[in-house]
């Protein structure tokens, strides 16, 4: 790729908003980056500062193509942690037991217009529920130890890269790269995106 192509790239993906972040072992930024994932991280953290939290959201925030939202949005993926101590007084764990669930959020808004059509009441009534829907894509137990846990969470978000953030942007990058008659690197994408492996 030329270096104005990939200028280029850059500046669009800033413009449309993308955080652009240096990563040394990482492919530089694609097409199939530029739109980007929504994320959303809940976390029931119980140890002090919430230091499990900010190192996912850290290690979440260091992936090409990933919108870490605060809030919940229609088609976003959800990762849902739950984290407890062993033994219970955090200050004195031996570990972590975390359980993890990833789900797709789904657009309902046709769900909510048919409703409406009926009745507005109906619409009203089941909107936040409806909006609530998710499809469970995983899910995993993990345990941590205090000295360990910042790599073991990078570990954690290698896997979810792996299995589901490359495999989603690669099928939005296939049609892309056949439109610009790069049929070696849609090859190469749907490789990525066919693994038996993932999840998204």
Do not use: K
């Not at 975390?98 to 959020?105: C, D, I």
């Amino acid at each position: 790729m030329s270096a104005l192509v990939s200028g280029f790239l850059l500046l669009y993906g800033f413009a449309m908003g993308v955080p652009r972040i240096a990563h040394a072992q990482r492919p530089e930024m694609g097409f199939e980056h530029l739109a980007g994932i929504d994320v959303v991280l809940a976390f029931d953290d119980p140890t002090a500062n919430r230091v499990l939290e900010a190192a996912f959201q850290e290690s979440l925030g260091r992936r090409v193509g990933i919108n870490l939202l605060a809030t919940a949005q229609p088609d976003a993926l959800s990762v849902v942690v739950v984290a407890t101590c062993v033994p219970q007084g955090c200050a004195s764990a031996e570990f972590y037991s975390v359980a993890l669930l990833l789900s797709n959020h789904y657009d309902a808004t046709w769900a909510i217009e048919l409703l409406s059509n009926e009745s507005q009441e109906l619409a009203d009534l089941y909107a936040p529920r409806v909006a609530e829907l998710m499809e469970p894509l995983g899910i995993w137990a993990e345990a941590w130890r205090p000295g360990e846990y910042r790599a073991q969470v990078d570990a954690f978000v290698d896997q979810l890269e792996a299995r589901c953030f490359a495999p989603a942007l690669a099928r939005r990058g296939i049609i892309a790269a056949l439109a610009l008659g790069d049929s070696a690197r849609a090859q190469r994408l749907d490789q990525v995106a066919s693994d038996e492996r993932a999840l998204c």
